[in-house]
């Protein structure tokens, strides 16, 4: 590279109305050289002003990083939807989006089931026997029923043939060991399938967003870490590149340097080296 040091020697000349001023009078400022006509005199050119428009390389690696990247909020967003695996499917993890699209139709057809009253119950009376379990509920109504001659049907006169006494007795003597029973629940599923149903959505959902928020974070790190390591690398190669280019720089001779600040005269010695 070539180095340009100039030894300046500041001289104030008394004389010549180009480079100085008589006592009591005041310089325009309008009559001193442009900056750049200074700079020029001295070999250096001045920057050219395009140079504020050029993409740095910060710029070019965001640019190809949104490019690239995946939407976090994308794929938190997909996952709202029920199912949940949507997000996963967006981050490009089709077979892990598979669990909660598995969990969510388990739960969402158990709820449905549930509020279709598939398992809906309701309570009924039996009539137990105090050794033979569960028998005919009419046999609990013998003991009261009064022998009508009129009526043909059992009444508490006849002869009970679970009776295990010798001889039988009557239904009206045995009456205690008949009792009625309560068999079952009233279950209605409408209330519990809409729990099922609440509480698969907020589960699914939120393994489906958490992972594939991680998912999509890790995919952008990744990303970011390749585009920095290609830059790097590329940044390498094409300095070695120029440097290979460079054309060898030969040293100019001494030249002087004549500056005029306004107020007062420069006087200097340019070299390179």
């Keep these: 590279m070539r180095r340009i040091a ?70 938190i967003g997909l996952s709202l939807i029920p199912g949940a695996g949507w997000g996963l499917m967006y981050a490009d993890k089709s077979a892990q989006s598979t669990v909660p699209f598995l969990l969510s139709a388990v739960g969402y057809s158990l709820g449905a089931m549930y509020m279709a009253g598939l ?11 105090v050794r033979d379990g569960r028998v005919g509920f009419d046999e ?33 003597a045995t009456k205690s060991d008949y009792e009625y029973a309560t068999r079952g629940e009233d279950f209605d599923g409408t209330t519990t399938g809409l729990i099922i149903l609440g509480s698969t959505y907020v589960v699914t959902t939120l393994i489906g967003a958490v992972w594939a928020g991680s998912t999509v974070y890790e995919f952008n790190e990744q990303l970011r870490k390749d585009i920095e390591s290609t830059a790097g690398r590329d940044a390498v190669a094409r300095a070695e590149d120029v440097r290979a280019s460079e054309p060898a720089v030969e040293a100019l001779p ?20």
Aim: with cysteine; charged share 20%.
């Design 140 to 172: 609990c109504g013998y003991g009261d029923i009064v022998f009508d001659p009129n009526v043909d049907q059992i009444d508490n006169n006849d002869i009970d043939p679970r009776d295990n006494q010798n001889p039988a007795r009557a239904y009206f």
């Design 119 to 129: 398992f809906d119950e309701q309570a009924t009376q039996i009539c137990n026997h």
């Design 254 to 273: 001494p030249r002087p340097y004549f500056g005029y600040t306004g107020r007062e005269g420069v006087v200097g010695l340019v070299l390179d080296f």
């Design 6 to 75: 100039a030894a300046f020697t500041a001289l104030t000349i008394a004389a010549g109305p180009a480079l100085a001023t008589e006592p009591g009078q005041t310089i325009d400022p309008t009559a001193a050289p442009a900056p750049g006509v200074l700079i020029a005199q001295a070999g250096i050119d001045a920057l050219d002003a395009d140079m504020d428009d050029e993409i740095s390389l910060e710029d070019l690696q965001r640019i190809e990083f949104d490019e690239s990247a995946q939407s976090l909020g994308a794929a």
